[in-house]
């Protein structure tokens, strides 16, 4: 595989595939969210999160909030950026009754929160964001690219601009959030988004960058054929 600048985070809350991504050394970070913990079966926020931190403690984590209210957000976006150095808060970009967090990310952007500021799918959401950033703090702004190619829009030119505008503010970067596939990579890269978030199952595949066509269709007949022989069964 090419040598990639775009560094890849693994976003998911099982620690045992944290360790396979991390340990398959294409990985620099990670990302989680209450979705995801809630797949994992996490039962406390406060243990993993610590578990994480130590397991992790050189690369950057990102955590999020819970609450859909403003002022308890602040309290745990507070608590969450105690939990390590290398922590950085994930907040929505809006509460659930579409509400913007800007205020709240300019006041936690003030007391050198380093956030990350998620479910972002508009350039109106991206300005407001890196423009809510203190001078001197470390940020990510994350662009749901493959939410916005799910409506069937192309998200290449959003995240053109994206990067355009968090160039603007020195330790602002741009994240190509909800990958679907391999090629997402490759395509963030060229954009110049900073960073991509991955599925540990997508990380997986990048064993196949590279591969030959035919061999890999040789491979497929063989997945086939061994799915054939464990069914049991015959059409005649």
Known sequence: ??????????????????????????????????????KAGITSYTEFAQEVVTEFPDVPISFEVFSDDFDVMREEALKISKCGNNVFVKIPITNTKGESSIPLIQELSKEGLSLNVTAILTIDQVKETVDAFAEGTTNIVSVFAGRIADTGVDPIPTMKESVKICRKKPGTKLLW???REVLNIFQAEEVGADIITCTPDLIAKLKNVGKDLEELSLDTVKMFNTDIKSLGYSIL
């Open 1 to 38: 595989m090419k040598s990639l600048s775009i560094d890849i985070y693994s976003d998911g809350a099982d620690i045992g595939k944290m360790k396979e991504s991390y340990e398959s050394g294409k990985v620099s970070g990670f990302t989680t969210n209450p979705s995801l913990m809630k």
């Open 177 to 179: 959030a909800s990958s």
